[in-house]
């Protein structure tokens, strides 16, 4: 009687046990009576019946997923590998139980789907250069697959692009070109500038000719200052000149 009184309790302990769990702020549980939903629980102290009822546990965390590097070929025929990152949450915990039998590996695979055929549509320089578009055009093709099982993708992000060596050695090339357009272009504008100026200059000083006798004496300080020795320097007679008038007009 001892015996049978406590395998009774060590049953009712065991049955109690299964039957008392406890769900964190950020779990929910999905429970099922006899095989048919009756509804999700939590968080805090859940009960359930014993051998009638069965619950499974749905986190509600954000989970980042890693999207493996996918073979894709660009408009342009390029064969690249890009590997992404992705986002998501469980927002339904019902859907994500009884719409889709792994919610985790479902969105992995749509991912990776999607990832290879909407790069497939852009040629390589978009790729590079319009990444936020992408990744958003990213995010709402995936969200809309994985809205029926209750999953909300909230960001798509490409981490890497994997270009073939000839590609790369191509761009470094194409790069050192534009490098050198653009420095003949800031050449070529910086010669007009300066011709532009000493047109300016040469007008002005053609209308005041004592602009250009105040420019050869600037030249002569600057040349005296800077090294001593003799240096012979045409002056032009416009310069004398007035010097010249002055004697004539004392000697006479």
């Not at 890009?82 to 949450?89: L, S």
């Not at 852009?122 to 992408?134: A, G, H, P, V, W």
């Not at 470094?172 to 047109?199: F, P």
């Not at 030249?219 to 416009?238: D, Q, Y």
Request: glycine share 4%.
């Amino acid at each position: 009687m001892f015996n049978l009184s406590a395998i009774l309790f060590l049953l009712i302990i065991i049955l109690l046990a299964k039957s008392i769990r406890i769900l964190k702020e950020y779990e929910r549980g999905v429970v099922f009576r006899l095989g048919r939903y009756v509804g999700v629980r939590g968080p805090g102290l859940i009960i359930l019946i014993p051998v009638l009822e069965k619950m499974f546990k749905v986190n509600l965390r954000t989970i980042v997923m890693d999207v493996p590097p996918q073979d894709v070929i660009t408009k342009d025929n390029v064969s690249i590998k890009v590997n992404a990152v992705v986002y998501f949450r469980v927002l339904h915990p019902d859907k994500a139980v009884l719409e889709v039998e792994d919610y985790y590996y479902a969105t992995s695979q749509i991912s990776q789907t999607t990832l290879r055929s909407i790069l497939g549509q852009f040629e390589l320089d978009d790729l590079l250069s319009n990444r936020e578009k992408i990744n958003m055009e990213l995010q709402s093709v995936i969200d809309k697959h994985t809205d029926p099982w209750g999953i909300k993708v909230s960001a798509v992000e490409m981490k890497h692009i994997d270009l073939p060596q000839e590609m790369q050695r191509a761009m470094a090339r194409q790069a050192e070109a534009e490098r050198e357009r653009r420095a003949k272009i800031i050449h070529a504008e910086g010669e007009l500038q300066s011709a532009e100026k000493l047109s300016q200059a040469s007008e002005i000083m053609s209308k005041s000719p004592i602009t250009l006798q105040l420019r050869y004496l600037q030249t002569l300080n600057e040349i005296a200052s800077e090294k001593n020795s003799t240096i012979v320097f045409p002056i032009p007679m416009e310069i004398i000149k007035p010097f010249l008038d002055k004697k004539d007009d004392k000697g006479e």
